[in-house]
């Protein structure tokens, strides 16, 4: 069984994407935790690259599950 070229890349897009996110939701508790205000793009970026990464897995179980049932 091999898998399509494109999956590899966005498997790994998706995992740099929540590590990143889940380093900017740390970065704002800190700097929250210090008293400060979190620059709007770690804000942004704590936000919504979790759900983004989310989505992208989710994409990824749906086509492995599409190639599965074609075999």
Do not use: C, E, K
């Not at 008293?35 to 942004?44: D, E, H, I």
């Amino acid at each position: 069984m091999t898998s399509p070229g494109y999956r590899r890349p966005l498997m790994i897009i998706a995992a740099v994407i929540a590590v990143a996110s889940l380093a900017a939701v740390g970065a704002v508790m800190v700097i929250a935790y210090n008293s400060g205000a979190a620059p709007v793009w770690v804000t942004y970026t704590a936000l919504y690259g979790l759900p983004v990464a989310f989505m992208l897995a989710v994409v990824l179980v749906l086509d492995a599950v599409r190639q599965r049932r074609r075999q």
